[in-house]
């Protein structure tokens, strides 16, 4: 299990302050649900955890190993990334499996695609099927088991469900709850949705103007007595 750990994290573009002085820990082996307002910094957060960007000053650290220190091809094994677009290339379901594969130049057998599916219950997808014709849902689920073929130690979840309905909402929320316990990967999931956060995520971490402003246990998220965060909840923050 791997824990992520933020010390005293800033970024800045075009002399604006997005990330300010930001110190957390997201808890190993558990999903942390990031949540605040638009523009609060949570996307720019996962973009540094995965190294798509690097912080103006402070240090992320994957355990105790700095990120900014690791080869990109090597974070890239150890990160998972999912997105509300589900984005997908042409072709079959297994063609898409197998992508995070060709950035190393190797292939997945397709058995071990075939066992993928099968171990996260998506065995009724099948292999040789044309992407176009899953559902909403179904993208959202191969998406997030084809973060899996390099077995990360990490997942970063940006608003996965924002577009789906409330069936595939739960199936995807079940999928996440079955990785995180069969795989013990630590989860950071960001959501708009606080009710989701509360039944789907272990703690919360919320973010305004990015700054960190409370973070605590899921299930306590609405007994908080922070005035910000209850403002937030209450729609009066958005």
Known sequence: ???????????????????KNVSTNFHSGKITALIGPSGAGKTTILKMINGLISPTSGDILIDDQSIQSLDLVELKKQIGLALQSAPMIQGTVYDNINLPKTLFNQKLPVEAASKLLDQLNLDTIDLNTNVKSLSGGQRQRLSIARTLVNQPKVLLLDEITSSLDPRSVREVEALIHKINERYNVTVIWITHDVDQAKRAADYYCMLKDGEVVTTGEAS???????????????????
Do not use: R, Y
């Open 1 to 19: 299990m791997t824990t992520i750990t933020l010390n005293d994290v800033n970024f800045s573009v075009n002399d604006k302050h997005i990330i």
């Open 220 to 238: 306590q998220l609405f007994e908080s007595n922070n005035g910000t965060l209850n403002a937030f909840l209450k729609g009066e923050i958005e």
